[in-house]
């Protein structure tokens, strides 16, 4: 069985509940959440053997995010317990017209310090397929972005497989901040994955329009220009706060595979491109055909719609029904 190995920040979540504004709220729901620890999760549900790298303090709070991933059948022996807090992130979910709205509080966390000595290098790789990191990794210090250079660079010198969401947070860096940085990773990348304004932003690769075909064409251009193995895009077109249609792009180094496109109405939305990083993964791993990886990683990512908190916990049978067109939501009896 493949090893996975994803490497970011993991946050204490805090979401206002029933939608209310951060300024009329009284109380918060808790979950732990992080780009790379939510796609971890979901390649565990999906029985693969996942490992998760990152850094919490060493107190009941950084073993609750330790307890978190684990019970979900995540390995953690590769976490360290280090720094005095933990980042948080705080959810104000929108309805309707009203967007939801985000606020980090990310600064000093245990995370934004650790340096290359903190973990064993040697051992993470070992019989390591796939190395798996985002563009939020990156955009967190000076620090983590001196970690993640290293790391990626030991990934390849063992001759390990790199992919990349590339997970563009406005709310932590600009464009130029981004492309300065994410460019020269791209060396080191075999794998894309990201949403379809993400190249634009991140990597300063525009489309000539808004068509199905123009994307196509870009993931082409980005596997030829960086020399990637496979690029896949999430397709997001928004109508409202809780009202979206969400498709993806897969290109296999020979053909670009479009899904189906799917009607969404939201439960959650924070995390689905996380889910659709996790199919591509999936897919790619145990072999599945070009078309089915994609179809097969928009329907994991449609259900992770559907679900309060971050982690994705559609089951392999669910997916493959939404793929295969079940999308009646019929209860089960």
């Given at each position: 069985m493949a090893k996975i190995v994803t490497f970011g920040e993991i946050l204490l979540r805090l979401t206002t509940l029933n939608k209310e504004r951060f300024t009329q709220s009284k109380n918060f729901e808790i979950t732990y959440a992080g780009s790379e620890a939510n796609v971890a999760v979901s390649l565990s549900h999906f029985g693969?053997?996942?490992?998760?790298l990152s850094s919490v303090p060493d107190n009941p709070i950084g073993q609750s995010c330790i307890n978190t991933v684990r019970q979900f059948g995540v390995n953690t022996d590769y976490m360290v317990k280090s720094g005095e807090r933990l980042a948080v992130y705080y959810l104000e979910n929108g309805a309707s017209m009203r967007a939801s709205n985000i606020v980090y509080d990310r600064t000093g966390s245990s995370f934004s310090k650790i340096t290359p000595d903190s973990f064993d290098w040697d051992s993470i790789f070992q019989d390591c397929d796939l190395?798996?990191?985002s563009g939020i990794t990156p955009s967190l210090s000076s620090t983590t972005k001196i970690l993640t250079e290293y790391a990626v660079k030991q990934a390849k010198e063992r001759n390990v497989k790199v992919s990349c969401d590339l997970n563009y947070r406005s709310n932590l860096w600009t464009p130029e901040e981004a492309q300065k940085t994410m460019i020269p990773l791209m060396e080191y990348t075999d794998i894309l994955i990201g949403g379809k304004k993400d190249p634009e932003i991140m990597l300063g690769e525009y489309v000539d329009n808004e068509e199905d075909e123009s994307y196509k064409k870009?993931?082409?251009?980005?596997?030829?220009?960086y020399n990637f193995s496979n690029v896949a895009l999430s397709m997001r077109e928004s109508f409202s706060a809780d009202h979206n249609d969400w498709s993806g792009l897969f290109y296999d180094n020979k053909n670009v595979h479009s899904s189906k496109k799917y009607e969404i109405q939201i439960v959650d939305r924070v995390g689905a491109g996380d889910a659709f990083?996790?199919?591509?993964i999936y897919g790619l791993f145990n072999k599945l055909p070009s078309q089915e990886i994609v179809?097969?990683?928009?329907?994991?990512?449609?259900?992770?719609?559907?679900?309060?908190?971050?982690f994705n916990l559609a089951t392999i049978d669910e997916i493959l029904a939404v793929a295969s067109g079940d999308v009646t939501g019929r209860i089960r009896r």
């Open positions: 693969m053997n996942a490992y998760y190395f798996h990191y870009l993931l082409i251009s980005l596997a030829k220009k990083t996790a199919g591509i179809e097969f990683s928009i329907a994991a990512s449609a259900l992770a719609h559907t679900f309060h908190g971050d």
